[in-house]
């Protein structure tokens, strides 16, 4: 069994930052790209940033020079550091992975889901 379990999140100032988490446990072989999607009431979901296990990085348009995707390989764990948060901002996050648990092709696992809420 493999789990990603979330953390961080909550309620932010606009202008304020944020740091999510989700460490990928259980039977993994290994774990290639990683990442967070985020969406808003009444909104479809959408890719926030995504990261290759060689580092490589992409990001939304709208999020750019704001936030920050790492990730640390022996945890298993990507980071999503969110800074000069926007009300707009405000979504449930959701991290994904993906991973082999035996040789051969991988599958998306998903995080539980955090709110973040960007409000004065």
């Known amino acids: 069994q493999v789990q990603l379990v979330q953390s961080g999140g909550g309620l932010v100032q606009p202008g304020g930052s944020l740091t999510l988490s989700c460490a990928a446990s259980?039977?993994?072989?290994?774990?290639?790209?990683m990442g967070w999607y985020r969406q808003a009431p009444g909104k479809q979901r959408e890719l926030v940033a995504g990261?290759?296990?060689?580092?490589?990085?992409d990001y939304a348009d709208s999020v750019k020079g704001r936030f920050t995707i790492s990730r640390d390989n022996a945890k298993n764990t990507v980071y999503l550091q969110m800074n000069i948060l926007k009300p707009e901002d405000t979504a449930e996050y959701y991290c994904?992975?993906?991973?082999?648990?035996?040789?051969?092709?991988?599958?998306?696992?998903w995080g539980q889901g955090t709110q973040v809420t960007v409000s004065s």
């Open positions: 994904y992975a993906n991973i082999k648990t035996v040789p051969g092709p991988g599958y998306i696992y």
């Open positions: 259980g039977s993994i072989f290994s774990v290639s790209a």
């Open positions: 990261i290759t296990s060689g580092g490589d990085t």
